[in-house]
Every structure is written in C-alpha cells, then in structure tokens.
C-alpha cells in the first residue's frame, strides 16, 4: 500500500482522552477512531490487523472441527425469554420496534445457536457438532473503557459445541482448550489459564485466558514456571508467596491480566431449554451437553499493543502486523518503487511511504505504526551497497544489498 494513496494517516500528537495505551496508541496511529464510549471504527490499517488476528483463530477452529456460520446480531426477545436472558442478562440491549415488538441485541449466541441446530441435531449419529462464528456482540456495559479492551460493541468469536454426554464432552474441552493456547501463542501471547466458577451461565467449572498486562481487570495469582493461575475474585484458597500448587517449583505472584478468552461447561441449560433433543442408540429422548468458547477478538487485539509497545509506538508480533515491511524511502523516489514492485511480486505485504515528508516525519510515522521490518532507501544506503534495514524492535540497522532483500526479510 503507498501512504501518498492513503486518505487516512497517523497524527502527530495524542488523543487527550486516552486511558490505556491501546487507545492512545491506536487512535494517534490511525487504526482506530472512537464514535463514543466503547464504540470503535476500524481504520485500514486497523481493519488489517482485525482480519489476520481473525484468520488465526478460525485456522484454529477448524483445526478441531468447527464449522464456521454467522448468526444474526438483531434477535427476536421470544428467545431471550425461553432461556431466561430476558430478566436476567443486565448487558442485554433490548429494543422496542415501532410494531411494539421487542428484539435483543446478541451479546452471546447460545439462544439463537440451539434454535439452529435443533433443526440438524435428531440422532446420536449427528453427534458431536462444533459449530462456531465471528461477529459483533452488544453489551451495555456501565464501564465501557481502556480503549478497545471492554467495549459495548465487540468483535467475538464464539463457538458451541454438542455432545452425546459428559465424558464426550470433556475430551473435546481439553482439545479446544489447547486450541486456545496454540492460537493465542501464534498471537504472540503467553495466556494463563484460570479455573473460575461458571458465573451466569452454570455451576460448573469454567475457563479463563488470561494474559497479564498493567490494563486488566482481572486481579490474579499465576506461577512464572508453569500455566497455573486463579482469580483472586472467584477463589481465596491461595495468597501471595504460596508455593505452586501445580508445579511446585515456584511461589504464586500477583498480577492484574486481561480475559482475552474463556470456555464453559454448559450442561444441558439450553438443550433442554429450547428442547434440542436427539434419539440415541437405544431411541431414547436425550438432552446433547453443551459447550461455549469465547474468544474477545478486539480485546485481544487491545493487549497485544498493551504487551507490544514503546515509547515511539506499537511493536506489532510479526503474525498479526498491518504490514511486514515498512519502506521508507529519503528522495529515492524511482529506486523505492523498484523494490515495492519487487517485495509485493515475492508475496511480502509492503507499506511504502511515498509521501513528500521529512526523513524525521516518516521514521517517527513508521515507529508509530509499527511494522516489524523497516527498510530505509535513501542516497547514503544506495552509496553503502543497498537498503538499511530495521527491526522494530531492535535499535542497530543493517545494510543488506537490494538483490538480498526479499529472502532476507522472508527469513526474518
Ligand atoms: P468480562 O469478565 O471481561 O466481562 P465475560 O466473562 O463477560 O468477560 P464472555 O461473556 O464469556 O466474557 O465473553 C467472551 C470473551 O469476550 C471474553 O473472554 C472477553 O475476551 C471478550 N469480552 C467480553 N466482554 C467484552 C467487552 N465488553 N469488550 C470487549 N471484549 C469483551
Ligand atoms: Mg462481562
């Protein structure tokens, strides 16, 4: 992509309403723009990034067997009332139709996901069934803050699964929960998983991923030498400097995380509720148990630039980058064009600032925006052999001969 194209661009200086780092960071960028509190557009570069952190999670959904669908946003208040949400699910946004009918904003899918698969699920033989999308949720959220990280309209994935009975279900528990930790890792992310109380939903044990960051909510106790961690909120068992139950090779420290993901054990609460049934081997009646995984995909995107970040801008994990090169070139107009041609026809997403700005202006852009490869073009790198090359998170550059270029920064 050339800047000088571009009608959207990053600023010079920092929203003054900021927060967190995310929202400051990604609004001076030029990813995001806030329409008000919780409520977020997504710029190019923005929108970029939402997609390819999208991509990992349904590579990964796929990967244990998840059909991908997509649900309605706008949904009927009748199934709101059969699972009880009506009443009891304060985030829910309802809205009155000017026919007097009432409907429900989603802000989870278990209601509208059981009322589509019990047209599919009737035998044991059409069981397990995961079934999972991505889409916006709604949550009237008192305290909608910290930039994209709690909103009251986010991207989430979520995926239900279906089972013939508990034990099918906990196998598939542990798959996805490993599913969890590979993607999250892809994202560049170390995720702690807590074990918590199934809150609304049911009585039994759920799942969180967490990662620490300063911009959480969570309050935690986690082990640096194994995945162990709990919520001080949910279960008082531990302290701080308590030897680790689980590996026993360190004490427990506390920290402040962020639920970039959770998983639950849903019973039969909806199966039973919208009579989603199948006839099993014997043909008798049976209730599928049900499982939830969600997945807070803006919210993710909001911690990665929380972890990844210094003082210029965002150090974006190479997986999820807007871009993998930001070329830069200083009056070298015709020779930059050259290797945009040749990076983009090697299949390497280039950004290329084109634009008629100081040298200054563009590297400050190029920290802010942050790319993990920058590739500077300018007379003095010409007369030194080639380009010099940047990593965004390193300080020293390097000349590599422009003929290099393109398998070194595959190699990167
Ligand atoms: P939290 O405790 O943070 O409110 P939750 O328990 O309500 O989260 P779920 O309803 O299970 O979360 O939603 C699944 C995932 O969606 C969460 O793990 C989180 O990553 C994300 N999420 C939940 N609420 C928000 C929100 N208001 N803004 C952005 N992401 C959210
Ligand atoms: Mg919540």
């Known amino acids: 992509m050339k800047m000088s194209k571009m009608g959207i661009h990053p600023e010079k200086s920092a929203p003054k309403d900021a ?24 710029l190019p570069f923005g929108l970029i990034v939402l997609r390819k952190i999208e991509a990992i999670i349904r590579e990964e959904m796929d990967a244990i067997g998840g059909e991908e669908i997509l649900m309605p946003m706008l949904q009927p208040a009748e199934i709101w009332k059969t699972s009880g949400g009506w009443d009891h699910i304060d985030v829910l946004f309802k809205i009155k139709s000017r026919t007097e009918k009432d409907y429900a904003l989603g802000q989870s899918q278990e209601e509208v996901v059981t009322t589509v698969m019990k047209e599919f699920i009737r035998s044991y033989r059409d069981l397990p069934r995961a079934i ?10 008192l305290r909608a803050k910290s930039g994209i990280l709690r909103g009251r309209e986010f991207l989430m994935k979520d995926m239900y699964s279906f ?7 906990e196998k598939y528990y542990e798959v996805a929960k490993k599913a969890y930790l590979r993607l999250f890792s892809r994202l560049g992310l170390t995720s702690k998983v807590t074990e918590a109380s199934g809150g609304g939903f049911s009585e039994k044990i759920s799942y969180e991923f967490e990662v620490l960051t300063d911009a959480g909510e969570a309050n935690i106790l986690y082990c640096d030498s194994c995945e162990f961690c709990v919520n001080v909120d949910d279960i008082s068992k531990y302290k701080v400097g308590d030897r680790c139950p689980k590996c026993d090779k360190d004490d427990l420290k506390s920290a402040t995380a962020s639920e970039v993901g959770n998983v639950f054990d849903l019973g039969r609460k909806y199966t039973e509720a919208f009579d989603l049934s199948y ?4 043909g ?17 995107m909001g911690v990665i630039v929380e972890k990844f970040h210094d003082d ?10 807007p871009f993998l090169v930001h070329l830069v070139d200083i009056q070298q107009q015709e020779e930059a064009e050259k290797i945009y041609n040749s990076l983009k026809q090697d299949g390497i997403d280039v950004l ?32 030194a052999g080639g380009v010099e090359v940047k990593m965004r998170n390193e300080t020293e550059s390097k ?9 070194f920064v595959k190699n990167v």
Not at 19 to 42: E, K, P, S
Not at 312 to 321: D, E, L, Q, R, T
Not at 357 to 383: E, M, N, Q, T, W
Request: charged letters at 25%.
């Open 312 to 321: 210029k801008g965002i150090v974006w994990p190479k997986n999820i980058a």
């Open 132 to 141: 999972y999308h991505i889409q916006w949720k709604f949550r009237d959220e």
């Open 279 to 282: 006839t099993d081997q014997n």
């Open 19 to 42: 927060d967190t780092i995310n929202h400051r960071l990604l609004v001076q960028a030029g990813f995001v723009r806030q329409l008000m509190a919780g409520v977020y557009t997504y």
């Open 352 to 383: 290329w600032d084109d634009r008629e700005l100081s040298a200054g202006a563009k590297f400050a852009d190029s920290d802010l925006i942050g790319c993990p490869i920058r590739v500077v073009v300018s007379a003095r790198s010409i007369s």
């Open 284 to 300: 008798e009646k049976k209730y599928p148990i049900m499982g939830c995984y969600g997945i807070g995909v803006t919210r993710t």
């Open 399 to 407: 000349i590599i001969p422009i003929d290099k270029l393109s398998s």
């Open 163 to 169: 089972h013939e009975n508990q034990e099918d279900f």
